[in-house]
Nanobody, 123 residues
C-alpha cells in the first residue's frame, strides 16, 4: 500500500505561482512513477504531468507546458508541481497519483491516489 498526502494548494491571482507537494509513504518511492491530475467542477479528471522513477523523463499536458514543472526528491519521498503563470482555467482539485512502471497519462492506470488539494485562480 502507498499513502499519498498533497499540500500547497490555495487561492492565488492570475499570473501568480503555487507549489504543490505530495509526500508518499508505504513503499519504496523510487519504484513508483508519479503523476499529477486535476479535476474541475463538472469535468472529468485530467492528466497534468508525470515523472519517471528517477526523474529521467517528464510529461505534460499541452495546456501547462512552459508554465508547470514536475520534479521529485526520492530522498524525501516527495513529488512537486511548480505552477507558474497561473490562469483561471487552472482552477481545480489537484491530485497526486502513483503507479508501478510503465509510466502513463491515463488516470485509470494509477493505483494510488491522494485526497486532493484545491487550487483556485482568481481573475
Amino acid at each position: 500500500q502507498v499513502q499519498l498526502v498533497e499540500s500547497g494548494g490555495g487561492l492565488v491571482q492570475a499570473g501568480g505561482s503555487l507549489r504543490l507537494s505530495c509526500a508518499a509513504s508505504g513503499r519504496t518511492f523510487s519504484t513508483l512513477h508519479m503523476g499529477w491530475f486535476r479535476q474541475a467542477p463538472g469535468k472529468e479528471r485530467e492528466f497534468v504531468a508525470a515523472i519517471m522513477l528517477f526523474g529521467s523523463a517528464t510529461y505534460y499536458t499541452d495546456s501547462v507546458k512552459g508554465r508547470f514543472t514536475i520534479s521529485r526528491d526520492n530522498a524525501k519521498n516527495t513529488v512537486y508541481l511548480q505552477m507558474n503563470s497561473l490562469k483561471p482555467e487552472d482552477t481545480a482539485v489537484y491530485y497526486c497519483a502513483a503507479k508501478a512502471p510503465p509510466p502513463s497519462r491515463k488516470a485509470n492506470e494509477y493505483d494510488y491516489w491522494g485526497q486532493g488539494t484545491q487550487v483556485t485562480v482568481s481573475s
